[in-house]
């Protein structure tokens, strides 16, 4: 079936050190995904996105990896800062027809620390 | 530009009311989405709306319903509100026109309780 999930539902890190959040997908018939951020009390704000015929993208300070194997993608974040601390979501999106919804996981809630 | 936006901010409604949620898309997109967030979940899709034509529906029973206006703004309609339909509803938006791979930017929502 459609399911996101995420390994790590915390992740604590210091100001300046490297942010990794993982994400698990779990149909093979998905082949768009998307980074959000989510901050309290705000809507998701888009990051950065991949495609499956890509496995590596990279955007300011972050770069996503996609690794179809084993159906899985990081976000990471270079330098985290403190205005990073949110819930990052990953969503993925199926090929082909009309689907056009997207499945969100659970999210990570980052936190950093200054 | 505008992001897009949704009204009202914040609602409060008792059980069995109806209530309707107002979203505007970035200028020049045609497309509108509708999700429900509980507290602590990702987003759930309830409609996606293209050109005023209903486009995806997920699996939210018939109380709720949608629609999409000329200007491309849309409406979430929730008939006989349940404890369990409070929730953060936000509407997404998008071009319409580059097909499922295409970015979808979301609004501030609605925060919504149901009493």
């Known amino acids: 079936g459609e399911s996101v999930g995420l390994h790590l539902p915390t992740l604590s890190v210091q100001e300046g050190d490297n942010s990794i959040i993982n994400c698990a997908y779990s149909?093979?018939?998905?082949?768009?995904f998307i980074w959000y951020k989510q901050e309290s009390g705000k809507g998701p704000q888009f990051i950065i996105d991949i495609r499956s015929n890509m496995d590596k993208r990279q955007g300011q300070r972050v770069t996503v990896l996609l690794n179809k194997t084993v159906k899985h993608l990081s976000l990471q974040i270079a330098a985290t800062q403190p205005g990073d601390s949110a819930v990052y979501f990953c969503?993925?999106?199926?090929?082909?027809?009309?689907?056009?919804?997207?499945?969100f996981g659970k999210g990570t809630l980052l936190t950093v620390n200054p | 530009d505008a992001g897009v936006t949704q009204s009202p901010t914040h609602l409060i409604k008792t059980r069995g009311q109806h209530v309707t949620l107002r979203c505007s898309p970035i200028?020049?997109?045609?497309?509108v989405s509708w999700y429900q967030q509980v507290l602590g979940q990702g987003p759930q899709f309830i409609f996606q709306?293209?050109?005023?034509?209903?486009?995806g529906r997920g699996n939210f029973p018939d109380r709720f319903s949608a629609r999409q206006f000329p200007n491309y703004s849309s409406e979430l309609n929730v008939n006989a509100l349940l404890l369990g339909d409070s929730a953060l509803y936000l509407c997404?938006?998008?071009?319409?026109?580059?097909?499922?791979?295409?970015?979808?930017?979301f609004g501030p929502g609605t925060r919504l309780l149901v009493l």
């Open positions: 969503a993925e999106k199926l090929s082909g027809g009309s689907n056009y919804k997207l499945t």
């Open positions: 200028s020049g997109h045609k497309s």
């Open positions: 149909n093979s018939a998905s082949d768009y």
């Open positions: 709306y293209y050109e005023k034509e209903e486009r």
């Open positions: 997404a938006s998008s071009t319409g026109l580059a097909g499922y791979q295409e970015t979808q930017y």
